[in-house]
């Protein structure tokens, strides 16, 4: 007898066993018909069995069990988007878009997205109308009513090819100098040393002062002082290294970079010379937080001493580049009335400063607990070495100055109340603001934040449009700020 191929046995047991499962799913029908009776649609009764709120449930969560099973299977081995957001300690993480783990991928790489937005209002009052810098040119002080984007940062950050190749790059720019402004790229790439310890090449803030190095994301307040405007160094390419000591209670950054100011500081830069900046910081007590407030409210006070040097040679320059094509960060070294130091006539008739060199050293504390919160910088800064036309009145100049800031989380996560000031003397004048307002912690986060702030500001020596300063400004300035951090 001839015997009956595989390929037919296999495709009779296959309807078989498809005909059973029917036969089975029949019968389930008929028994759950006589258990709620389908009824006549014409009558009035139920037409369907779905029309039991009970029976509709059920089906519903067995077809979306039976659909996220499938889109798991789908997706297994897929990293999904997900997002971290800020700690008490920690920066958020942001959107992770993707991240593989040492042994996944043979191509490991990882990619994270943040950054945040500052919806700023500015009132300025001006005081006096008019101020004379140490040329002799009499300059107008205007009043000033605005709504800005004041910053507008998006960051990535991650690694490639190796959990260690790390990178961070990011798009900053502003809507102060107007809509034309060129949106800056910033960034570092480098190494992993250890999880403590990173190094790498990158366009970073070259760190000159704490309250520089910390972020504008975290001020108390809508941003920093003016002294700190006056006095830090900017952005610069340099070669940097950041990280831990000591079971983290001991930070550093520190670098090499181009210049004090990246605004002219790429490969038509005058001269070879250097900036040398390091700032370093200790934690005694644990962990310090984010900023100066304490909206987490410590349960045991918080502690942060630091200090920080820089030592350059520098071009002596006017502006920054183009206000419209600049990094809104960029500065200019002024005399302590606020006249540039590149001016003509600045250091007495018929000069002018073509390189200088610039040395800074600050010292630092920071204490936090139960919802109250303080710091304090205390800078002094030498400018001398003086080189271009003419004979100098001055061969160095020494500046000095500091800032205070006391702040009341008087609602745990949610109202703050603070003050702030700063002062600056030297040579050529000097110069206070005064003031204080108000935080208010959207859904108890720092990552929504709305604040409003008045501050008296006496014979500024610094300007910088995406702070209130404006240089031999007096007057009132008043501020609203939304925050969103992300």
Known sequence: MPSTPRHTLSGIATWLWVATGLMWWCLALVSLAEEHPVGNPTDGTTGSMLDDPEIAAIFRAEVDAAVEEALNAKLAGIPRPRYIPATDYLPPKGLMLHATKPGESEFPFAMAMNGYMQGRLLELARGVTSWTDSAGNVLPINNESEFNLNRIYLQWQGYVGHPQAIYN????????????????????????????VKVGIGVTQVPGTREWTTSSMWPMGVDRSMVNTFIRPSYSPGFMSNGALFDETVFYQAGIYNGIDGGASGIFRDGT??????????????????????????????????????????????????????????????????????????????????????????????????????????????????????????????????????????????????????????????????????????????????????????????????????????????????????
């Open 169 to 196: 790059i990011a798009l900053f720019g502003s809507s102060n100098p107007g809509l034309l402004v060129t949106v800056v790229p910033v960034g570092f790439v480098g190494w992993a040393v250890n999880k403590d």
């Open 273 to 486: 010379a250097m900036a040398w900046a390091g700032n370093t910081w200790w934690e005694p007590l644990g962990p310090f937080g984010l900023g100066y407030s304490d909206m987490e409210h410590h349960k045991h006070p918080a502690v942060r001493i630091g200090t920080s040097g820089v030592f350059a040679k520098s071009p002596a320059r006017l502006v920054g580049d183009s206000l419209a094509f600049a990094n809104p960060e960029n500065t200019v070294v002024r005399l302590s009335d606020g006249t540039p130091l590149a001016e003509p006539d600045a250091l007495g008739p018929g000069t002018q400063v073509n390189r200088f060199t610039y040395q800074l050293a600050t010292v630092d504390v920071g204490w936090k607990y139960r919802g109250w919160s303080a710091f304090a910088e205390y800078s002094w800064r030498l400018l001398n070495n003086f080189v271009g036309h003419g004979s100098f009145e001055r061969g160095s100049l020494f500046d000095q100055g500091g800032n205070v800031f006391l702040g009341w989380c008087f609602v745990p996560r949610t109202y703050e109340v603070y003050g702030r000031s700063s002062a600056l003397t030297g040579p050529y004048g000097s110069a206070a603001e005064y003031g204080g307002g108000l935080n208010w912690y959207l859904h108890k986060t720092r990552q929504s934040r709305l604040t409003l702030e008045g501050l008296w500001i006496d014979s500024s020596p610094a300007q910088n449009y995406l702070y209130p300063y404006r240089a031999g400004y007096t007057g009132t300035a008043i501020q609203a700020q939304y925050m969103a951090i992300f």
